[in-house]
């Protein structure tokens, strides 16, 4: 077990003073400490499979699954892999938070972040020689599942009434920087047990030492101007690593064909427990001086979800729909401490709000993507070199929330909460090209919004915001 190391440097004021003022900023700091245990996923956490040919269907994918990405979907569908293919994914993602201005915050400009990735990469081998002669695929995959940059400015003001009605106001202004992802490498099998029904496995493993970007970082910087009797001027530095992530997941799938052009596709996640090496440092300046840090391993659960799916072919073999519904279970999303002290072995918080686990409930989300996919087919060439698709889709896809009400009476925070998710929606548009059955090339473009969201940002304060998301997906897939 790691030591819990901590450093104080002696404060510069009087003591009385210094007890009077760190009472103050106890109070007055509450909302940062709900605000930096939150694990801010800053991409849809509900998380689904990669492609660009997928994603231009709005995701709706279960039922189709036939393609080199089919691991990420549903492996159920990779027994309709007939040929050694690879694939690869690059992601460009560009979002925006618009913050409404509140009675004690006030955000700046709209604050945007955008960056680019290897979002997918995968290497599917069929064998050939299997027992009665059914299929079977194993299928070798990387995903990038979660994104968590996010950048935000803030401007805020408070007034209080504390000792012997001893008036206190704070001016300030918060910076705030969040950078890492998670991913997964994910190796996969595909087997038929009918002509009509397949099964499929993939084992998720998430390990820093396989993935090294597996960590994320947070920093908040927090400048205030108090005003009590006198101006006070303070700063402080909170700084949070988590690193050395490692956990284990499943993902069972499952492909029934009842006729020759419907398809039916199931999927279930199972919920893991990922341990994570925490290290946390707040430096103070101004009033009391100070530098603490603290080293923990936590334990982040993540739950476990499932989805169906459904799939039409038309008879001349151009167009396809389809249509999925997933389940996430969010309110057994939760973050423990493991120690090192036992006064504080096995708190539970909940990484959206930061907030004990106890006092924040979360409803599960409910994820619906529909698509289709249009193939230029010239009946007159049956070999043409080079073939043409365009997709469309639409999605709702909720992201789990406290819905809190924040109020500050007195520097006492009541909280209420429904649990009920931010409701999200999105469209996508894609095009691919098949060329001389060899490579597809495909491009995915998705546009995702929600309105009066995130109001678990400052889980202390009353904030809520606009979202827009463009996410553009480049892949490809070569066939041997």
Not at 63 to 81: E, H, M, Y
Request: hydrophobic share 40%; proline share 5%.
């Amino acid at each position: 077990m790691k030591d819990n190391n901590r450093h104080r440097v002696s404060p510069l004021l009087p003591c009385n003073f210094v007890v009077l003022l760190g009472t103050v900023l106890v109070l007055g700091g509450l909302f940062s400490t709900g605000a930096m245990a939150q694990v801010q996923i800053n991409s849809s956490p509900n998380v689904v499979g990669s492609g660009a040919r997928a994603l231009g269907m709005g995701g709706a994918f279960i039922a189709v699954a036939d393609d080199a990405t089919a691991a990420s979907w549903n492996p159920g569908g990779l027994t309709q892999l007939e040929r050694p293919e690879f694939s690869a994914v690059y992601s460009w993602k560009f979002f925006s938070e618009d913050f409404d201005k509140g009675v004690r915050l006030s955000p700046g400009d709209s604050e945007d972040v955008d960056f680019d990735e290897f979002n997918y990469i995968s290497f599917v081998y069929p064998f050939q020689r299997t027992i009665a002669g059914r299929n079977l695929v194993f299928s070798l995959n990387y995903q990038q599942k979660f994104d968590f940059d996010r950048k935000l400015t803030f401007m805020y003001k408070t007034s209080d009434v504390f000792f012997d009605n001893l008036f206190s106001q704070k001016l300030g202004r918060i910076e705030f920087h969040q950078d890492g992802s998670l991913g997964a490498i994910s190796p996969a099998f595909g087997f038929e047990l009918t002509d009509r029904l397949s099964l499929g496995v993939v084992m998720n493993i998430w390990d820093q030492s396989l993935i090294p970007s597996n960590e994320w970082q947070k920093t908040t910087r927090t400048d205030d101007s108090w005003l009590l009797n006198r101006i006070i001027l303070t700063r402080t530095i909170q700084e949070e690593r988590y690193e050395d992530f490692k956990g284990i997941n499943y993902t069972f799938g499952l492909l029934y064909k009842p006729t020759e052009r419907w398809s039916i596709g199931a999927v279930y996640h199972t919920a893991f427990a990922a341990d994570v090496d925490y290290v946390q440092k707040i430096t103070a300046l101004g009033g009391a001086n100070y530098v603490t840090v603290v080293k923990q391993r936590r334990r982040i659960e993540f739950p476990n979800a499932y989805g169906l799916g459904i799939a039409y072919r038309f008879p001349n073999d151009k167009l396809t729909l389809a249509l999925d519904v997933t389940r996430r279970e969010w309110d057994k999303f939760v973050e423990i401490e493991k120690g090192p002290s036992p006064i504080f072995q096995g708190r539970r918080f909940s990484p959206i709000t930061g907030l004990p686990k106890w006092r924040s409930y979360h409803e599960p989300t409910y994820t619906v993507r529909m698509g289709a996919e249009y193939l230029f087919i010239d009946t007159n060439k049956p070999m043409p070199k080079y073939l043409p698709s365009l997709r469309l889709g639409a999605f709702y896809d909720p992201e789990p929330a406290s819905q809190a009400s924040h109020a500050n009476s007195g520097g006492v925070f009541q909280i209420g909460k429904t649990g009920k998710p931010d409701e999200y929606w999105g469209a996508t548009l894609g095009l691919g090209l098949l060329i001389k059955n060899r490579v597809n090339l495909d491009f995915a473009y998705i546009y995702r919004w929600g309105e009066n969201v995130r109001k678990d940002t400052f889980s202390m304060w009353d904030v809520d915001a606009d979202v827009t998301q463009h996410e553009f997906y480049l892949s490809t897939v070569i066939y041997f």
